[in-house]
């Protein structure tokens, strides 16, 4: 089924009675539309009802004015193959994650793999299966973009050009094999960088035993595309280099739910005094030692949104537009031409709050009633977040 549904189109979808629609768009989160509208998959028009071509959809949506907004981003995932985790010896992870919201997730590294290569040609052969593997099967439906290697010494840059002809988009966290000095990491950074491959580096004190610290100034040199989770995974650097590397790089402040939390608040907070919060992005960090985190990226929009007293629509966007537009991804905005990747969101049952956005900002997670990915319906009512107010429903379609 799994199969099936990664291979349907989804033909013409109406989403209509939208009551609140968060855009991933930092410098607009809210857009003034109350329908949407699909074909095959991407995005024909956002607006209101009257305005819009709903005839002969194939699939109706009342969303029965609950919230949707583009399906959730986690920036930092550590997969495996399939949908099974060595981490924590768990299956379906992913599919629970996208109980959680999450329509995409990005590897920073295959690194669990028991048995992993850490020859040259081994790590290269297992990015670009990976890459493959995740290319070519979707667990529930979820884009994983992995085939992520971490680089080792010895490298050189035709291994990177190689790699790219290859197929491989992004390194693993750069830090987490024998690269571990600036400069070694930086001519790396900049080979794959010429070759069109993004990167991400660990920042912070060991993540499990066998890893190693990466300092500040380590992170300012390599110059990667991504400050890999800036609060630590799990050990934070001290809050003042935190706030350093937030004013001294421009590149992308990762924050993860497997990190530390007060250093968390302390870099989204930095990101909004000096006024780039576009380059914050959210991820787990998971399968990690702290679990599998399924309603990890919900929890972190709660906790930054309530305790970093940030509105909750602009959190909202360090999960999705944010994130899309870093790493070049066609999601996570809610714009004609992107994928048709939503969740659907209401204020859990019982919160004290008024609305969703209220109940985010009082530190509940909301109730996930439904997501879609490519404009196919792959869950309704989550199993795992707090049961949604309302939830929208199928009117008319083949489901
Ligand atoms: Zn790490």
Redesign the pocket.
């Known amino acids: 089924m799994a199969e099936a549904a990664a291979t349907a189109t989804s033909g013409k979808v109406v989403i209509r009675n939208i009551g609140l629609m968060l855009s991933g768009d930092i410098d607009q989160p809210i857009l003034d539309a109350d329908t949407l509208v699909v074909n095959d998959g991407l995005i024909v028009a956002v607006g209101k009802e009257k305005d819009c071509d709903c005839e002969g959809a194939r699939t109706v949506i009342d969303a029965r004015k609950t919230c949707v907004a583009p399906g959730l981003i986690d920036s930092h995932v550590h997969p495996v193959f399939g949908d099974w985790t060595p981490r924590q010896s768990q299956l379906g992870w992913i599919e629970s994650t996208l109980n959680g919201g999450v329509t995409t997730m990005i590897s920073?590294g295959e690194v669990h793999l028991p048995g992993r290569p850490k020859d040259i040609v081994g790590l290269k052969a297992l990015a670009i299966t990976a890459q493959r593997a995740f290319d070519n099967f979707r667990p529930a439906g979820v884009k994983v973009l992995a085939g992520a290697p971490v680089i080792e010494q010895g490298m050189v840059e035709s291994d990177f050009k190689e790699l790219a002809e290859a197929g491989v988009g992004l390194l693993g966290?750069v830090g987490?094999g024998s690269v571990k000095a600036g400069y070694e990491a930086k001519q790396m950074v900049g080979w794959a960088r010429k070759y069109g491959i993004q990167s991400t580096i660990?920042t912070g004190g060991p993540?499990i035993p066998g890893s190693g610290l990466i300092d500040k100034d380590v992170v300012l040199e390599a110059d990667a595309d991504v400050i890999?989770?800036i609060n630590g995974?799990h050990t934070s650097l001290p809050e003042a280099h935190v706030c350093e590397l937030c004013e001294k790089s421009s590149r992308a402040i990762e924050i993860v739910h497997n990190g530390n939390e007060r250093t968390a608040i302390a870099a989204a907070r930095a990101a909004l005094e000096l006024k780039c919060p576009h380059r914050v992005i959210l991820g787990t960090?998971g399968p990690a030692g702290s679990g599998v985190q399924p309603l990890g990226i919900l929890r972190m929009v709660a906790m930054l949104s309530s305790i970093a007293n940030i509105p909750a629509e602009l959190v909202f966007c360090f999960a999705t537009g944010n994130t899309a537009r870093i790493r070049q991804l066609n999601c996570g905005l809610i714009e004609v031409g992107r994928a048709a990747d939503f969740v659907f969101m209401d204020r859990a049952q019982h919160s004290p709050a008024a609305g969703l956005l209220e109940s985010v900002q009082l530190g509940d997670i909301p109730g996930v009633g439904m997501v879609m990915i490519d404009g196919i319906v792959r869950c309704g009512r989550s199993r795992n977040t707090p049961p949604a107010t309302e939830i929208p429903v199928v009117v008319s379609g083949s489901h």
């Open positions: 920073a966290e987490l660990h993540s890999g989770h995974g960090d």
